[in-house]
């Protein structure tokens, strides 16, 4: 019962490179998102989807793109680092919109 | 959107029942309040959600006051293990058949042995 798994959990980029993290779950759960926390800060929303085929923007979509083939897999695309994008990523999944979250152990990634 | 308002920090001890405040006075009638707790640098965890009735689950206790302006998450007895972040927020309706869920700041909680 592996829940919602997230990789790498580590990533150290350059300026202008780009990087999938990824994010799966197991739990047939049909919304899943993405989350950045920054020091200090509370969570904030990047993408979500409510569904296979279904995207849509959070508080802080700029410079990520998303895709939900599967019910199970959900990438954040970083197309062209940026050192503003230095932040912990969360990914989580419930089974519908507005049920509790299931939260990945996250993705440090530095961009120098 | 209903905001919710929670102390930076609270310090309890080992053993002694944690009572974690939080204000969500703009909170609408059909909006629920959830917790969530954040133990360094893991993901967020579920504790408890509720609409007016209190709660109780295996974790926790969660009070909702009768005008439901405010809300008491209930640790009864605090272990060094319960030392997290905890996250108060309301359930706000974003269109359709969709929720949204904002994470703030929430209250760092640190229980002393």
């Known amino acids: 019962n592996a829940g919602v798994t997230q990789t790498p959990k580590f990533q150290v980029l350059k300026t202008g490179q780009s990087m999938t993290l990824q994010c799966a779950q197991d739990m047939n759960h049909e919304y899943m998102s993405w989350y950045r926390q920054d020091p200090g800060m509370g969570l904030r929303l990047i993408h979500y989807s409510v569904g296979a085929g279904i995207t849509d923007q959070g508080e802080v979509p700029n410079g990520y793109n998303v895709s939900r083939s599967t019910t199970e897999d959900f990438p954040l695309r970083l197309l062209s680092a940026a050192p503003s994008q230095t932040s912990v990523y969360f990914c989580?999944?419930?089974?519908?919109?507005?049920?509790?979250?299931?939260f990945g152990s996250g993705t440090q990634l530095s961009v120098l | 959107d209903a905001k919710t308002t929670q102390p930076p920090s609270m310090d309890c001890a080992e053993g002694r029942a944690a009572n974690l405040p939080c204000n969500h006075s703009?909170?609408?009638?059909?909006?629920?309040v959830y917790w969530y707790r954040q133990i360094h640098s893991q993901g967020p965890q579920y504790i408890i959600h509720g609409l007016k009735n209190n709660e109780t689950n295996e974790m926790a206790s969660l009070i909702i006051t009768e005008d439901r302006k405010s809300s008491t998450l209930i640790l009864p007895h605090a272990t060094l293990r319960d030392t997290a972040v905890y996250y108060c927020?309301?359930?706000?309706?974003?269109?359709?058949?969709?929720?949204?869920?904002?994470f703030g700041k929430g209250t760092l909680l640190t229980v002393n042995p």
């Open positions: 927020i309301v359930r706000v309706a974003s269109g359709g058949s969709n929720y949204k869920l904002t």
């Open positions: 989580a999944s419930s089974y519908s919109t507005g049920e509790k979250l299931f």
């Open positions: 703009t909170i609408s009638g059909n909006e629920y």
